[in-house]
C-alpha cells in the first residue's frame, strides 16, 4: 500500500524539524554569551536540510528529509571593549557570541509551523487509510 | 460479461494515494533548499492507468476475460512557482496544502464510490439485504 511511504516522508520531515528547534533553542540559550578568547565563543549553528528518495519510489518523484549536517556561522563576532570583565584578554576586549535572536525567532516559527504541517498529513493520511481498511464493510 | 465491476475507481484510487504521496513529499521538503515541488498530472495519469491495462492471455474462447492494473503510474512534473525564492526552493506552502486537501478529499470520494460498487454487487451476490 503506497499510502504507507507518506508516514516515513513525513516523519523524515518532523526529525529534520525538531533537530532545528533543538538548534534553534541552543543558539538562544547561548545567545550573548561572551569569552576573552575568539576562539571559543559560542557561535550561531545552523542544520543543512537535503532531500533524499527511497530506492523503492524512485520512479514516483517521493523524497524525504535528511539532515546533511549542523554548520556553524561564520559571521562576525561582536568586539566589546570592557576591561573590567573578568574574562577580557589582555587589550580589555570581551568577543560576544554571534547568535542573531531575530534570526532565531523566525527560524523558530518557520520550524514550528513545518512540523505542524507535518503531523496534519500524518493525520489525513492516517484517516484515509483507516477508511481504505474499512472499505466494503 | 466483462469483469470490471469496480470500473474506474479502482485505478481512481490509487492515482489519488499516489498524489497524496508526492505532495505530502513536497510538504516534508518545504524547508529543503534547491527542492523542486512536484505534482502528478491527473487526467493524463488515469487516461494512461486505463490504457495501460495488462490483459490476461486467453486460449480458449470459454476462458473469462481479465485485466490487471499493476501499472499504474503517471507523469510526475515539476510545478511552475508563482514566487521563486531564494534558496531554489519552489514549494508553496499554501498551494502544496490547498492541492494536499483537495486530493484527501477526492480520495475520499472515490472511497465513497468503491463502497457504493461493492455494496451493491454484495447486494446482488445475496439477493436481497
Known sequence: MSLFKVFDVAGSAMNAQSVRLNVTASNLANAGSVSGDPESVYRAKHPIFASFRQTLAEQSGVSGVRLDGIVESSAPLEVRFQPDHPEADANGNVYVSNVNTIEEMVNMISASRSYRNNVEIINTTKDLLMQTLSLGR | ?129
Open chain 2, 1 to 129: 460479461m466483462e469483469f470490471q465491476s469496480l470500473g474506474i475507481h479502482e485505478q481512481a484510487l490509487k492515482l489519488r494515494a499516489l498524489r497524496n504521496q508526492v505532495l505530502s513529499s513536497n510538504i516534508a521538503n518545504a524547508d529543503t533548499p534547491n527542492y523542486k515541488a512536484r505534482d502528478l498530472e491527473f487526467a493524463d495519469a488515469l487516461k494512461g492507468a486505463q490504457s495501460g491495462l495488462l490483459e490476461l492471455t486467453t486460449t480458449s474462447e470459454l476462458h473469462r476475460k481479465a485485466w490487471s492494473t499493476q501499472r499504474v503510474g503517471g507523469r510526475v512534473m515539476y510545478r511552475i512557482p508563482m514566487q521563486p525564492t531564494l534558496d531554489g526552493n519552489t514549494v508553496e506552502a499554501d498551494v502544496e496544502q490547498a492541492a494536499f486537501a483537495e486530493n484527501a478529499l477526492q480520495y475520499r470520494a472515490s472511497l465513497a464510490f468503491l463502497d457504493g460498487k461493492i455494496r451493491s454487487l454484495r447486494f446482488a451476490i445475496k439477493g436481497g439485504d
